[in-house]
């Protein structure tokens, strides 16, 4: 990916690991939304990475806002594929 298509994000409730083109992003913390701001990069998909169904998007001018439902966190971290266009 190019430099300023990479997404980084680390904080007290979520950090981001890069591979293969890929961004996993790790809830640390039991989320039901996260927000994602606004990027240069445009996301193409989020999916959860252990049970690989897709997660739901809203997308404003601001971010983006991803659901995760309770079935899909994990207690330790939640992780979340995301693909860029």
């Known amino acids: ?3 300023n298509r990479d997404l ?7 950090v981001s690991t890069q591979k ?3 961004i996993y992003l790790h809830l640390l913390d039991d989320q039901e939304l996260v ?3 606004k990027f240069d990069a445009e996301i193409a ?4 990475y252990d049970s690989g169904r897709k997660a739901k998007l ?3 001018s601001y971010g983006t806002f991803i659901k995760v439902p309770k079935a899909e966190r ?3 971290a939640t992780t979340l594929e ?3 266009k």
């Open 1 to 3: 990916m190019a430099a």
């Open 8 to 14: 980084y994000l680390a904080d007290e409730q979520m």
């Open 20 to 22: 293969n083109g890929k």
């Open 35 to 37: 927000f994602i701001k």
């Open 45 to 48: 998909s989020v999916n959860f």
């Open 58 to 60: 809203e997308k404003t």
């Open 74 to 76: 994990n207690d330790i």
């Open 82 to 84: 995301i693909k860029l």
